[in-house]
């Protein structure tokens, strides 16, 4: 799980490292079609297919992961990559919410209510912080990026609860991942042509970021995450969580040489926080 965590991280340095030899919605989009080439295949030698029933969930999901990196795509154009693995990775706060509303199982208590007030307080903290000084003038882009990987988060946060309460829950990790990867291509490939963020300079470099975001993030990463949930305690695995924002820091100022405002450092530490409060709910009770 914690090579997982450092994988997740390097996923967002990547694309921001290449961004100007390959567009970063471009990049998603052929990783996923690469990533759904190699699934279906996996699933034939398996002799997998999906589910008769399942095919609406797996619409919702597939949409909402497709938007979910619509909007990483774009603020990873904007910001630098230490804040959108921040923000990104608020995901765990809000289907802590979403299921907390939609299952009883799921309700949350005083503990968890306060480390969602602490990862909000964080999330205003690393925003307006950082901004004072300049808001509207030379920051108001780095704002929107931080903004756009914030709505990123959520829409992770609504796929999670889209699963949990459909019948996905029971679905093979390969049919759940299938649906994300397709939303991924469908959504993403046109409108990076659409947007002119079409551009993919085929170089040495590039090929060797291509083929990690491919092979490693979308295929092998996701489908280990997803046997994960099937063997441990998602709850457990979720404290794990707050490592891949904190990789994401510490790999975007060594990678990247990117600078980091000490209120964005403060918020960082109170959305960590609220976050390993939120995810070890479960693990806490006997």
């Not at 998603?28 to 969930?57: C, H, N, T, Y």
């Not at 199982?105 to 007030?117: D, H, S, T």
Request: hydrophobic share 60%.
């Amino acid at each position: 799980m914690t090579l997982l965590c450092l994988t997740w991280s390097l996923q967002q340095i990547s694309l921001k490292a290449i961004a100007d030899e390959a567009s970063p919605m471009l990049m998603v989009a052929i990783r996923s079609a690469i990533a759904l080439v190699l699934l279906a295949v996996l699933m034939q030698r398996r002799g997998e297919m999906p589910g008769a029933g399942r095919w609406k969930p797996g619409l919702a999901v597939g949409a909402l992961f497709g938007i979910e990196y619509l909007l990483v795509a774009e603020a990873l154009r904007l910001t630098a990559a230490s804040h959108v693995v921040v923000f990104l990775y608020t995901a765990p706060i809000f289907a802590a919410i979403g299921l907390h509303l939609r299952l009883p199982a799921e309700r949350l208590g005083a503990r968890q209510m306060a480390g969602i007030a602490v990862a909000f307080a964080g999330i205003a903290l690393a925003f307006l912080g950082a901004d004072t000084a300049s808001w509207g003038q030379v920051d108001r882009p780095a704002l929107l990026g931080d903004g756009l990987a914030l709505l990123g988060g959520l829409a992770w946060g609504a796929t999670t609860v889209t699963i949990r309460c459909s019948s996905l829950a029971q679905a093979p990790a390969t049919e759940t991942l299938l649906y994300q990867l397709l939303g991924a291509v469908i959504l993403l490939l046109p409108i990076a042509w659409l947007t002119g963020q079409g551009h993919f300079e085929p170089s040495a470099i590039v090929w060797a970021h291509l083929g990690f975001q491919s092979l490693v993030v979308s295929f092998a990463s996701f489908l280990t995450w997803f046997w994960l949930l099937r063997c441990y305690l998602a709850s457990r695995l979720g404290v794990f969580s707050f490592l891949t924002p904190l990789f994401g820091v510490l790999l975007g100022v060594g990678l990247l040489g990117e600078a980091i405002e000490a209120p964005f450092v403060a918020g960082s530490v109170l959305v960590l926080a609220g976050i390993a409060l939120v995810s070890a709910r479960k693990a806490a009770r006997p």
